[in-house]
């Protein structure tokens, strides 16, 4: 069965400094990635997303996740990061039954601290 | 602008009683997904539909019941049986239900118990 694992349940950072929040997903076939972004009391907005290609993938508000097959994982990373990026994180697999049904991780709390 | 609402933003139950979250998309989308989130549990799926007038249960459908009678509509029924249902209520919705199509979501309902 499709799983994805975020290995760390919250990442505290200076502002200024960088950030990786890390995913790690199991797969049996071909997988199509996502990430998004969700702040206090919202829905999720979408970031980004790996369907093929290049495997490093830009999204919005200067985040990137590049996507390394051999190691199944999708890392997100922001070169410098700001107090309005203090939010929950939530990396995603497609299912593998062509549904659109995602398969999400548990969640990274990011605080960023001035 | 398109987009996902989600009515009440906040909403009480009493014991034995059912209630009924609201979900309405004008993206024209095809495809809509309904998730409960937890604290620390990341998303998990309760129903979903590819297709006006037919759904699927998902990971934790037991206690809910959902409709779709048009295609901008999706309601979530919380029904008695449904033991605990204080959560985060999140509706989702995408292009059609492929493995490629990122799901765009509601700001979410949060349901407490009375």
């Known amino acids: 069965a499709q799983s994805v694992t975020q290995l760390d349940s919250q990442v505290p950072v200076f502002e200024e400094a960088p950030v990786e929040l890390r995913c790690n997903y199991s797969s049996s076939v071909s997988v199509y990635l996502f990430w998004y972004v969700q702040y206090p009391n919202q829905g999720l907005q979408l970031l980004l997303k790996y369907l093929s290609g290049s495997t490093l993938v830009k999204g919005i508000n200067g985040f990137e996740a590049e996507f390394n097959k051999s190691q199944t994982s999708f890392h997100l990373r922001k070169p410098s990061v700001h107090i309005s990026d203090t939010a929950e994180y939530f990396c995603?697999?497609?299912?593998?039954?062509?549904?659109?049904?995602?398969?999400f991780g548990q969640g990274t709390t990011l605080q960023v601290k001035p | 602008d398109g987009g996902i609402t989600q009515s009440p933003k906040y909403l009480f139950r009493k014991e034995g009683q059912n209630v009924t979250l609201s979900c309405e998309q004008n993206?024209?989308?095809?495809?809509m997904y309904w998730y409960r989130q937890d604290p620390g549990q990341g998303l998990r799926l309760i129903y979903y539909s590819q297709i006006v007038n037919d759904f699927q249960k998902g990971d934790i459908a037991e206690g809910y019941s959902v409709s779709r009678e048009k295609k901008e509509s999706f309601p979530l029924t919380v029904t008695s049986a449904q033991k605990n249902p204080t959560a985060f209520y999140l509706c989702?919705?995408?292009?059609?239900?492929?493995?490629?199509?990122?799901?765009?979501f509601g700001d979410g309902t949060r349901l407490s118990i009375l």
């Open positions: 989702a919705s995408s292009i059609g239900g492929s493995r490629n199509q990122p799901q765009h």
């Open positions: 993206l024209n989308h095809d495809a």
């Open positions: 995603a697999v497609s299912d593998v039954i062509n549904t659109g049904k995602l398969i």
